[in-house]
T-cell receptor, first 114, second 116 residues
Framework: AQSVTQLGSHVSVSEGALVLLRCNYSSSVPPYLFWYVQYPNQGLQLLLKYTSAATLVKGINGFEAEFKKSETSFHLTKPSAHMSDAAEYFCAVSEGAAGNKLTFGGGTRVLVKP | NAGVTQTPKFQVLKTGQSMTLQCAQDMNHEYMSWYRQDPGMGLRLIHYSVGAGITDQGEVPNGYNVSRSTTEDFPLRLLSAAPSQTSVYFC???????????????FGAGSRLTVL
């Protein structure tokens, strides 16, 4: 069975500073990895996904993530935080190409300070 | 396109009461699922369905029932509500099959349930 660990349940960054959210996974099959974002009082929406085509994945709103197999990591970054990035971010892993389930990490809430 | 629609948005129940959370999607997605969201625990899969007439259990199925009589609808039933079921519930569907490979989940806005 797969699992996801997000280091840090809360992260505080200053506007304009680097955003780094950490995600480590375990999977018995080649993983498919996702980052989702949840804005206040809304459902989740996809930021980006890794499907083995490229290890550096670019998503919406200037976010990107790098898949590192040797470290079993899929960390999310954004060079310069904006006030609108305040949200909760979830890393998720699926059971390979034929899996039926998506497993989520515990989430990281990002606070952006002016 | 309405996407995934959940009703009600808010509900308060007493212990032992029953209720159904409704979920409907108009995107002709075969795969539908229910998650619950609790602080610090992320989203946990309750039940899922890969098509009409087919359902299966997720990580935390106890206390919940589902059925899938049509492609569009996937209701979640609480037969005898307990305080431990206080949570935010999300319905999600996926185009092209289960949320693996290139398939992405589309989420509803959520239903906040409080059990007293």
């Amino acid at each position: 069975a797969q699992s996801v660990t997000q280091l840090g349940s809360h992260v505080s960054v200053s506007e304009g500073a680097l955003v780094l959210l950490r995600c480590n996974y375990s999977s018995s099959v080649p993983p498919y990895l996702f980052w989702y974002v949840q804005y206040p009082n809304q459902g989740l929406q996809l930021l980006l996904k890794y499907t083995s085509a490229a290890t550096l994945v670019k998503g919406i709103n200037g976010f990107e993530a790098e898949f590192k197999k040797s470290e079993t990591s899929f960390h999310l970054t954004k060079p310069s935080a904006h006030m609108s990035d305040a949200a909760e971010y979830f890393c998720a892993v699926s059971e390979g190409a034929a899996g039926n389930k998506l497993t989520f990490g515990g989430g990281t809430r990002v606070l952006v300070k002016p | 396109n309405a996407g995934v629609t959940q009703t009600p948005k808010f509900q308060v129940l007493k212990t032992g009461q029953s209720m159904t959370l409704q979920c409907a999607q108009d995107m002709n997605h075969e795969y539908m699922s229910w998650y619950r969201q609790d602080p610090g625990m992320g989203l946990r899969l309750i039940h899922y369905s890969v098509g009409a007439g087919i359902t299966d259990q997720g990580e935390v199925p106890n206390g919940y029932n589902v059925s899938r009589s049509t492609t569009e609808d996937f209701p979640l039933r609480l037969l005898s509500a307990a305080p431990s079921q206080t949570s935010v519930y999300f319905c999600a569907s996926s185009q092209g099959g289960p949320p693996s490979g290139a398939n992405v989940l589309t989420f509803g806005a959520g239903s906040r349930l409080t059990v007293l």
